[in-house]
């Protein structure tokens, strides 16, 4: 058994990792924990691999790799629980199609999974699912709301009309549920709705209003008839009011907000006396010249697509927040002034540096910052969270110029914000890492934070200090807190930076116990009871499988399912080392994958391909199956045929903290260019690689980085292919690339020296531009503007190859196969 002690430090994996069995070895006794300032960095570890029936005789080829993945195996996907909790469920591609088709195995022989039957589908999947404290569950599927009682009777109380969301249960055992603009509590035990809110964004109406000019004063103090529809107006307001008082009959009258306003936020306490609500000025948030042309129709016209807008437009967001009184209809607004530095000029220097670029210069201001919940692709749950009691309520706030993150209670009594934990960073506010909530039965916060520069664990009785459950260079995610309070499970990548296990903090001694010991990148599902963990684990050669094991530490994982096909088992996949190398600029190295051919030549120089990984913020260099599997399955076939492959987590990239993450700021495209030299470096002085004989090439992010080593540092590869790239940041959307360069109106010396553009002029060598036409995230739009700017610098040696129906994430096999026949050419004629 792992144990750990809080505040565990742990930093690298000291020997190769084990082998490989259906069942997994349970995690094993560790000794104490590493501090930073003794661990050292292994250089090299072979990741775990999968065991293979292959011979060296089978050829890897493009036609097979870029085919549809179908050929790869019907993989597991979107793993978890029925409803009640006694059935594994999970999902696989149907072949031949783009559907998927559910499959459910039982706990007493969980590798005899069978399609679910369409007619018993809601027992299976559900889009929400709550429990009451005495174990009543509440769930949504498609159109309808289910009730399942103790008894095991399930009773749908629900069916088409307005959709239920948001459901919760009530201190009083009610279902509360969204619909449309109102929150309405269900009876259970007879069926009763009641309407708890309801909101419009209008002006609240008036039996009578104040004449608005002079001839209207006058019309209503001359005219009998007038003054007589006046008074009958208000007679009948009053009657009105009167009635809803002392008879609860009535629905409780709206509340009203600005008409220029939308709803950007809103949850209900779970005692129906209170209510937190966001609003935000109504605007669009695209411009009719937003649109993309789509070439490729049924009925052979052009059609123009909707798509987003540029960072180059964007405007800054606040949010007004409100506390509704549901008792007395009083509506107060929750101010900022509590939040330390919501008036800090943070961008003060980065202003005065701009200005003075200008001849100008900038003073710096102390007005109110705006502020929004917090709102990311990567945080799905609600900013809102009321405690299960109904008492409490913490709000997550984040700064419109991403520097700052706020957890705040709201002090009901005096209709104030309480700050809680502010985070702030220099650079940037990590979208990811932003788990928080209340445990069941105690008023206490769980939250992650990346203060200490890794994203880790803490609870937090409001008004005390935190207590931090996790420490140490690695990254806490994944948060599951179990019904009792008693542990909260996670992710994190404790043992080495590439290597992703189970853990849990137990809270009543605050000690961490490791759950999985399987050597790759592991997820996992808790049962809803607690009592069982469905693990999705993956290998750097093998896609990922499910694995059953009980939620305790000492008992070993059992693999229930084998999903790759014959075809693909029989090919020799490579399998990379994981290397630390040395940066030349940080103190960290920076970890790479290294594909070496099994033979190659030592005696004469080797040629190599450097991959770049996209997203920026993202990791690849890891033990587990890549996102990029044609990427990998590409390398494999590069290996076999001599070529040495470096795969770099480039500063930027994912999972090596805070400071790994943010060395781009206000410099994209530096740091990385930089590690990539060192790379190359490496690649020379230790995989005797021929320092003119290397390529590079990379999507989206990865594409933009190509054009940077190719424009700025021409001398580091002999060609490059640039996939689906970025070529001027302020044309990319808002929410990415104001975290990392600020907005262009604010900081246009960080967009100029980020953006590949205004480097074209450095060209030298070949360039392969790959560049589809219905691309919704990096618009063609940025390839159009950069091939025109090659030509006018008269550059010779590049081509552009367009793909007409693919988006930024190829979908025809037809396109995947173009499009690396010619890279693998771009490498063969110049390598």
Not at 187 to 211: C, H, I, Q, T, Y
Not at 374 to 393: D, F
Not at 516 to 544: C, E, F, I, R
Request: with cysteine; net charge negative; glycine share 4%.
């Amino acid at each position: 058994m792992k144990k750990y002690a809080s505040l565990l430090i742990a930093t690298s994996v000291a020997v190769a990792l084990g082998g490989c069995a259906s069942t997994s070895s349970a995690p094993s006794a560790k000794s104490a924990s590493i501090e930073p300032s003794t661990a050292s960095v292994q250089q090299i570890v072979t990741p775990d691999v999968a065991a293979v029936s292959s011979t060296q005789n089978d050829e890897i080829t493009l036609k097979q790799i870029m085919a549809d993945p179908q050929w790869i195996g019907a993989l597991p996907t979107s793993m978890g629980w029925s409803v009640t909790g006694d059935k594994i469920v999970f999902e696989k591609e149907r072949q031949n199609s783009t559907l998927t088709d559910v499959y459910i195995a039982e706990l007493s022989n969980p590798a005899n999974a069978v399609k679910a039957p369409l007619a018993d589908l809601h027992k299976y999947r559900y889009d929400e699912r709550v429990v009451r404290d005495d174990g009543v569950v509440a769930y949504s599927f498609k159109d309808s709301v289910y009730v399942q009682f103790n008894n095991g009777e399930t009773v749908r109380i629900v069916k088409g009309g307005n959709k239920l969301s948001t459901l919760s249960f009530m201190t009083d055992g009610r279902l509360m549920a969204l619909s449309a603009n109102k929150f309405i509590a269900i009876n259970l035990s007879n069926g009763m709705r009641e309407e708890l809110l309801s909101w419009e964004f209008n002006d609240k109406p008036k039996a009578v209003e104040a004449p608005r000019d002079y001839i209207a004063e006058q019309q209503q103090s001359l005219v009998e008839y007038i003054k007589l529809q006046r008074k009958n107006r208000q007679d009948r307001e009053e009657a009105q009011q009167a009635l809803a008082k002392e008879n609860d009959s009535v629905a409780p009258t709206p509340f009203y907000f600005d008409k220029s306003h939308r709803l950007a936020g809103i949850s209900v306490s779970p005692a129906g006396n209170f209510a937190v609500v966001a609003t935000t000025e109504s605007k669009p948030t695209r411009d009719d010249s937003d649109i993309m042309p789509h070439y490729i129709q049924e009925d052979s016209r052009i059609a123009a697509k909707p798509v987003r807008q540029r960072v180059a437009d964007a405007e800054s967001v606040n949010h007004v927040l409100w506390l509704l009184n549901l008792k007395t209809g009083e509506k107060s607004e929750l101010k900022y002034f509590d939040l330390p530095g919501y008036n800090d000029d943070v961008l003060a220097n980065v202003k005065a540096e701009n200005a003075k670029a200008k001849g100008e210069t900038y003073e710096i201001n102390r007005l109110p910052r705006d502020i929004t919940l917090l709102q990311s692709w990567y945080w799905t749950k609600p900013s809102i969270r009321w405690h299960k009691n109904g008492n409490a309520v913490a709000v997550m706030l984040e700064a419109w110029d991403n520097k700052d993150r706020w957890i705040a209670t709201v002090d009901l009594a005096n209709k104030k914000l309480n700050n809680q934990h502010r985070l702030h960073d220099d650079a940037w506010v990590n979208y990811r890492f932003n788990a928080f909530g209340w445990l069941n039965d105690s008023e206490k916060l769980f939250y992650q934070s990346e203060h200490t520069g890794y994203s880790h664990l803490y609870v937090q009785t409001p008004g005390m200090e935190p207590l931090a459950l996790t420490s140490g260079r690695f990254i806490v995610d994944d948060l599951t807190l179990s019904s009792d309070d008693r542990f909260i499970y996670f992710k994190a990548n404790m043992e080495h930076p590439g290597l992703y296990e189970i853990y849990r903090a137990d809270l009543t001694d605050n000690t961490v116990d490791a759950l999985s010991d399987l050597n790759g990148m592991t997820d996992y599902s808790l049962s809803p009871d607690g009592k069982h963990l469905l693990l999705s684990h993956s290998k750097v050669n093998k896609p990922q499988e499910l694995y059953i094991k009980p939620a305790y530490e000492s008992a070993a994982a059992t693999q229930i399912t084998q999903s790759t096909s014959a075809d693909f088992n029989a090919l020799p996949w490579a399998v990379p080392n994981i290397v630390a190398i040395e940066s030349s600029y940080a103190e960290a190295p920076i970890y790479a994958r290294v594909y070496l051919p099994e033979n190659y030549d030592q005696s004469a120089p080797n040629k190599a391909v450097v991959f770049n990984h996209g997203a920026g913020y993202l990791q690849n260099a890891h033990m587990g199956w890549s996102g990029y599997f044609r990427e990998y399955m590409f390398h494999s076939m590069l290996v076999q045929q001599g070529y040495v492959v470096l795969d770099m987590d480039y500063r930027a990239s994912a999972g090596y903290g805070r400071d790994w993450r943010t060395a781009i700021y206000r410099q994209m495209g530096t740091p990385e260019v930089q590690d990539l030299r060192d790379g190359v470096n490496w690649l020379v002085e230790n995989a005797n690689v021929d320092r003119n004989r290397i390529g590079t090439y990379g999507g989206s992010y990865g594409g933009f980085l190509t054009f940077m080593s190719m424009f700025t540092a021409p001398d580091l590869f002999a060609a490059g292919a640039a996939l689906r790239p970025v070529t001027d940041w302020a044309h990319y959307n808002t929410p990415y690339t104001a975290n990392i360069l600020n907005t262009p109106n604010i900081d246009p010396i960080a967009y100029e020296r980020s953006s590949p553009i205004y480097f074209a002029e450095g060209l030298e060598k070949p360039l392969l531009i790959n560049a589809p036409m219905v691309d919704d995230n990096v618009f063609f739009h940025d390839t159009v503007r950069l091939v025109q700017r090659l030509i006018e610098l008269e550059k010779e040696d590049f081509e552009t190859a367009i793909y007409p129906v693919e988006p930024h994430g190829f979908v025809q096999p037809s396109s995947w196969l173009d499009e690396y026949r010619r890279i693998y050419k771009l490498f063969e004629e110049n390598l």
